[in-house]
């Protein structure tokens, strides 16, 4: 006679060991022809967005966070740099752009709540 036993308890540990896993995500985000929104009550990945910018835009970048911290990178599409920042936490701040064309926005929790937006800053 097989016992079965075994297998059922390694199958509710497995169960029960991806129950207790913080999830990635859990938040809302919106997009705008100028303006993203990234609001969550957990951060634990990247998310990544992309604005058009013209050549001497800047982009407002506002982080309000309840907890954790944030890793920010804002580059253009070749990865040309435009900013980067790690553990960041409550702030707000523009970059500007050195050429037209999308700017690429990765923003990565950690253990994080809170927002961040960024907003489109025609040159003059």
Do not use: H, Q
């Not at 969550?40 to 982080?63: C, H, M, Q, R, W």
């Not at 900013?83 to 950690?110: A, H, M, P, Q």
């Amino acid at each position: 006679m097989i016992k079965k036993k075994p297998v059922v308890i390694i199958a509710l540990l497995m169960v029960l060991s991806l129950c207790a896993c913080e999830p990635d995500f859990v938040g809302n985000k919106y997009k705008t022809k100028n303006k993203y929104v990234l609001s969550f009550s957990a951060l634990n990945k990247t998310e990544k967005e992309e604005l058009y910018l013209e050549k001497g835009d800047g982009l407002e970048v506002s982080i309000e966070l309840t907890e954790g911290e944030v890793s920010l990178l804002i580059s253009s599409p070749k990865g040309e740099e435009y900013y980067k920042g790690n553990g960041l936490s409550n702030g707000k701040f523009t970059v500007t752009v050195e050429r037209d064309g999308r700017c690429r926005i990765w923003v990565t929790g950690d253990d994080a709540k809170g927002s961040l937006s960024f907003k489109r800053i025609k040159a003059e």
